[in-house]
């Protein structure tokens, strides 16, 4: 293990992520009743330019009267190159701080953008005597913001995660697709010609490398990695099949883009109990290797290691959080 530390970051679940729009009031208490870990309500690209205000109002009243339970919560404020951004965090947090979690930041760019609004947050919060510190969700979807991940992950304590924006990132590099997450035909591979002259096509994920490499940069900060939206809410099997893509990869939790997601969210992050079972059996079998003095033995058949315990230790952690 390297000398250097990983601070993590606070150990919230984080399994589904539901995006609620600021300028849809009627759809907060029904948000607030479901099985959803996270809610960012959105100021950014969900809400027309004329609604800005009213919505920011609409979340400031919703953060102090509606009864968000356990929830966390998080406000998705519009981007450092609007004017709209400043009000946002300073009249939210101003009014509403105490109930909010998160402020989630869209297509951040550079470690100095997260220092900016690190900055405005930390005068408000002392100006108005909050003790807790809001934390912040980024998202990564832009060239820029993918260019500059690793120093974005590390750029403050406030940092707590970091989100795939797929449909920002697919416009940002140019990508030839108009759907928001999931697969593209035309990213596939063909087989050779079998001897009867037919082939098959197999489709590619054309997100794996971005997601994996935001997952990097948020595990080498201790930071949860997200995956973001599936825009296709009436197809569920491909939502789930995006999801345990994005859940062997490292993510643990996926937004919900319609409240039919968040079940499919939670069960896809949740290690099921047959992965649990298999994590405590590794477990039983190293502790009674270590104590016959040997580090590697086999397990139905494959060889598993100290390593293994700690990949078993990670289900079984999660399956506790889960539990309490
Ligand atoms: C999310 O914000 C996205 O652009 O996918
Ligand atoms: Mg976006």
């Not at 330019?49 to 400031?60: G, H, L, M």
């Not at 400043?86 to 009014?95: A, T």
């Not at 990097?216 to 491909?238: K, M």
């Not at 079998?285 to 598993?304: N, P, Y």
Request: aromatic share 6%.
């Amino acid at each position: 293990m390297s000398f250097h530390p990983i601070e993590q970051a606070p150990g919230r679940l984080n399994r589904s992520e539901l995006a609620v729009p600021g300028s849809q009031p009627q759809m907060f208490e029904k948000a607030a009743q479901s099985d959803v870990d996270v809610i960012f309500l959105d100021l950014e690209d969900a809400v027309a330019p004329d609604e800005k205000e009213q919505a920011r109002k609409n979340i400031i009243k919703a953060l102090n009267t509606v009864d968000w339970n356990t929830k966390t919560m998080s406000i998705r404020i519009n981007g450092l190159d609007t004017h709209y951004m400043y009000r946002d965090v300073v009249d939210i947090l101003e009014q509403a701080g105490e109930r909010l979690d998160l402020i989630m930041i869209p297509k951040v760019g550079t470690a100095a953008d997260v220092y900016a609004v690190d900055m405005l947050a930390t005068q408000v919060e002392d100006a108005v005597g909050l003790t807790k510190r809001v934390g912040f969700e980024h998202i990564v979807e832009t060239a820029l913001g993918m260019q500059n991940v690793n120093e974005i992950a590390g750029a403050s304590k406030r940092n707590e995660s970091l989100h795939f924006g797929v449909a920002d990132y697919a416009a940002s590099m140019r990508a030839r697709t108009t759907v928001i997450g999931g697969v593209n035909e035309h990213y596939s591979v063909l087989t050779d010609p079998a001897g009867d002259g037919s082939r098959q096509v197999h489709w590619g994920d054309m997100w794996h490398s971005a997601i994996a490499n935001m997952v990097v940069a948020a595990r080498a900060n201790g930071l949860r990695p997200i995956d973001g939206p599936f825009g296709d809410f009436s197809d569920p099997d491909g939502y789930k099949a995006a999801a345990y893509r994005a859940a062997v990869l490292g993510c643990e939790g996926k937004w919900a883009i319609h409240p039919s997601q968040i079940a499919l969210a939670n069960e896809v992050m949740s290690p099921s109990e047959a992965e649990i079972e298999k994590a405590n059996r590794i477990l039983a079998a190293m502790a009674e290797a270590e104590a016959a003095g040997k580090g590697a033995v086999s397990l139905d058949g494959r060889l598993i290691d100290y390593a293994s315990i700690r990949q078993a230790e990670v289900l079984v952690e999660k399956a506790k959080q889960i539990a309490a």
